[in-house]
Every structure is written in structure tokens, then in C-alpha cells.
Nanobody
Framework: QVQVVESGGGLVQAGGSLRLSCAASGRTDSTYAMGWFRQAPGKEREFVAVITWSGGYIYYADSVKGRFTISRDNAKNTVYLQINSLKPEDTALYYC??????????????????WGQGTQVTVSS
């Protein structure tokens, strides 16, 4: 089993920044990649970014490219999501998830096995 815990969300004004953290524990050696998703009220869960533990594969959704940066600290089993130039449309519950190996690109929620409870990001205009 792998436990995933997100933190770092909050209320921020448009144009501001946040850094979300995702700490993984347990059998993290069974996982290959860590992804961030978000879900706004009334909308489907949306892929945001993914990184493999090796750092060899990083991918962003088009909607966040240039503003979001995903990184990892293997020593701490922690993945970060730096969010800059926040917009009101970035308001959502942000989830972190851990995936075993997949050849499909890690952009679908179904590719992930372990999920956190989410951290709320609210951007005021």
C-alpha cells in the first residue's frame, strides 16, 4: 500500500503563487510516477502534470504549461507543484496520485492506483 498526502493549498489572489506538496509513504518502490489532477465543482477530474520518480518523464496539460512546474525530491518521497500566475479558473481541489508502470502516458485517472484526499486551491479575482 502507498499513502499519499497533499498540502499547501489555500486562498490566493489572482496573479499569486502557491507550492503544493505531495508526500508519499509506504511501498513507494512499487510506484513509477506521480501525477497531479484537479477537479472544480461540477466538472470532471482534470489532468494537470506528471513526473516519474526518475525525473526522466515530465508532462503538463496545455492549460498549465508555462505556469506550473512539477518536481520531486526522491529522498523525501515528495512531489511538488509550483503554481505561478494563478487565475480564477485554477480554483479546484487538487489531487496527487501515484501510479505503477504504465505505457499510456499517465494522463488518465484510471492509470493511478493511490490517491490523496486533495488540497483546495481558491483563486480570487
Amino acid at each position: 500500500q502507498v499513502q499519499v498526502v497533499e498540502s499547501g493549498g489555500g486562498l490566493v489572489q489572482a496573479g499569486g503563487s502557491l507550492r503544493l506538496s505531495c508526500a508519499a509513504s509506504g511501498r513507494t518502490d512499487s510506484t513509477y510516477a506521480m501525477g497531479w489532477f484537479r477537479q472544480a465543482p461540477g466538472k470532471e477530474r482534470e489532468f494537470v502534470a506528471v513526473i516519474t520518480w526518475s525525473g526522466g518523464y515530465i508532462y503538463y496539460a496545455d492549460s498549465v504549461k508555462g505556469r506550473f512546474t512539477i518536481s520531486r525530491d526522491n529522498a523525501k518521497n515528495t512531489v511538488y507543484l509550483q503554481i505561478n500566475s494563478l487565475k480564477p479558473e485554477d480554483t479546484a481541489l487538487y489531487y496527487c496520485a501515484a501510479a505503477r508502470y504504465s505505457s499510456r502516458g499517465y494522463r488518465r485517472p484510471t492509470e493511478y492506483t493511490y490517491w490523496g484526499q486533495g488540497t483546495q486551491v481558491t483563486v480570487s479575482s
